[in-house]
């Protein structure tokens, strides 16, 4: 697979919807992850991140003018012990509900699909990242309806282990702008992670549209020590 530069992939689509990036730092001491969220209606663009515990929550930015919370208020990012989970929605607890009962990353997704508004029908993206005596491996998954066909969910997990430094796959949740959004296809694409987190952080946000952008959160985790830095950009002040 072909190294895309995701600086170019985020500046050439003015639509990814929302989108998840796990790899590893070039020096090889930290495990790396981003979450973005956009939005094209009012609804969608009054959200900002706020930290929560060791994780992160939507919230309104302003109550008053939110209309339907149930697919854009949630915790996307929930830690576990050692795991570290990554969602566009609130599977993120059905995650970390199955997990605490021993089923697999795969396996706690199976009592999910798609996202039900039509008619776009947006995949739910999700990833789990596992730190282990300096070792690290992650997992990601994305539910779809086939094609935009609601009456099958076709489901699919890709499995990393023992990342390259320097290397991160990244998938979202729509090709590009379209009425409907065209579901994300193919496998994660393999992006490049930077040392600097503030410079990472920098490079992803400026490169998203400027008018769809909503939200940013970037992590990275000490692979030795599991001690973690939080970078967070909300367009919304």
Not at 110 to 132: A, C, L, Q, V, W
Not at 224 to 229: R, Y
Request: glycine share 8%.
């Amino acid at each position: 697979m072909n190294l895309v530069s995701l600086k170019d992939d985020l500046t050439n689509n003015s639509y990814p919807g929302r989108g998840i990036i796990i790899g590893k730092s070039p020096d090889g001491r930290k495990a790396v992850t981003a979450y973005f969220i956009m939005g094209r209606s009012v609804n969608s663009r009054n959200r900002v991140f706020v930290e929560d515990g060791d994780g992160i929550r939507t919230q309104a930015h302003d109550p008053s003018k939110l209309t339907d919370p149930s697919l854009i208020i949630y915790a996307p990012v929930r830690v576990m012990g050692n795991k570290t989970i990554v969602t566009n929605g609130d599977q993120t607890d059905t995650i970390y509900k199955g997990m605490d009962f021993q089923l697999t990353f795969e396996q706690t997704l199976r009592s999910r699909e798609f996202e039900p508004d039509s008619p776009n029908y947006t995949p739910r993206i999700s990833g789990i990242m596992h730190m282990e005596d300096g070792r690290f491996n992650y997992a990601m998954s994305i539910l779809k309806s086939n094609n935009g066909d609601p009456s099958a969910c076709n489901r699919f997990t890709f499995a990393y282990e023992n990342p390259v430094p320097g290397e991160a796959h990244f998938i979202h949740t729509y090709m590009h702008d379209g009425n409907p959004l065209p579901s994300f296809e193919g496998e994660p694409k393999l992006v490049e992670v930077l040392d600097d987190q503030d410079e990472f952080t920098s490079m992803i946000w400026e490169s998203l549209n400027e008018e769809n952008k909503v939200s940013l959160f970037v992590r990275y985790i000490d692979l030795v020590t599991g001690e973690f830095k939080t970078r967070i950009i909300n367009k919304n002040k």
